[in-house]
C-alpha cells in the first residue's frame, strides 16, 4: 500500500462510525488530507468497499507480524490456532469499523469481496502457523477456521465482558468442538470397517490438490529465473 492509500485509510477511519464505508468517508478522507480526489478514487476506486478491504488487510498483516514476533512452540496448535484468531480480533480494535464492515459484506454486491477477505485471513492464519497441506485438507482446514473466525467476530461485536473474556471463551469452545470432529474422523480411518466405507471418497479426495502458491522472492533459497534469451 503506498504512503497516500495509508494516509487516506488513516483519515477515513474516524469518519466511517457515522458514514460507513462509504464514498462520503473516502470523500472526508481526501478533503482532510489535501490529496485530490481523483487522486483518492485512483487508489480506491470502489470508494468506501476498497477502503474496508484495505483495513482488512492491514489487520491482517498486523496480526501476521505479531504471530511471527512471538515465540508460540511451547503451545498446543490448537492454541496456536486460538491465538492467531485471538491476535487477528485484537488487531481491528475499534468494533464500530468491523460493524460497519460485517454490515457492508452481507450486501449482495460485496458478499464475494467479505468472503474472499475471510478466505484470505485464514489461509494467512494457516501458512503462518507453517501449514504444508498440499491435498483437499488444504481446503477443509481453511473453510473449518473461516467458519470459526467468522462466528467469533460476530461474538465479539457484542461482547462487553471485561478483556473480551467471554469471546476468547467462545472461541475456545469452538476449536475443542473442530478438534472433537478431528478426533471422530481420526478414529473412523483407523477403524478397519470405516477404511472400507471411506476407500471410495478417499480416493476422490485424493485427486483433490492445494493451488501453486507463487515462489517468495524475499524467503532465503529463492532462485531467480533465467533471463530469457
Known amino acids: 500500500m503506498t504512503d497516500q492509500a495509508n494516509t487516506l485509510l488513516d483519515a477515513a477511519l474516524i469518519h466511517v462510525p457515522f458514514d460507513g464505508w462509504s464514498e462520503d468517508a473516502l470523500r472526508a478522507a481526501a478533503s482532510d488530507t489535501g490529496i485530490d480526489l481523483a487522486t483518492a478514487r485512483a487508489l480506491y476506486p470502489r470508494g468506501g468497499v476498497d477502503l474496508a478491504l484495505a483495513f482488512h488487510k492491514r489487520g491482517d498483516a498486523q496480526m501476521a507480524a505479531r504471530i511471527e514476533a512471538e515465540d508460540l512452540s511451547h503451545l498446543r496448535f490448537r492454541d496456536r490456532i486460538a491465538t492467531a484468531v485471538r491476535y487477528r480480533i485484537e488487531a ?114 485424493s485427486c483433490i490438490k492445494a493451488p501453486a502458491r507463487a515462489a517468495r522472492d524475499d524467503l532465503p533459497g529463492y532462485v531467480p529465473p533465467a533471463p530469457k534469451a
Not at 473474556?165 to 472461541?171: D, G, N, Q
Open 92 to 205: 481491528a480494535a475499534d468494533r464500530e469499523l468491523v460493524r460497519r464492515g460485517t454490515t457492508l459484506f452481507t450486501l449482495p454486491p460485496y458478499a464475494a469481496d467479505g468472503a474472499k477477505a475471510i478466505w484470505g485471513t485464514v489461509d494467512l492464519i494457516w501458512t503462518t502457523l507453517g501449514d504444508t497441506s498440499t491435498d483437499y485438507n488444504w481446503y477443509t482446514k481453511r473453510a473449518t477456521l473461516a467458519g470459526v473466525y467468522s462466528s467469533t467476530v460476530l461474538y465479539w461485536l457484542g461482547d462487553d465482558s471485561p478483556g473480551s473474556a467471554a469471546t476468547w471463551s467462545f472461541l475456545d469452545r469452538r476449536i475443542d468442538g473442530v478438534m472433537q470432529f478431528e478426533r471422530v474422523k481420526g478414529a473412523v480411518q483407523k477403524n478397519p470397517l470405516g477404511r472400507v466405507l471411506m476407500a471410495g471418497p478417499n480416493a476422490v479426495l
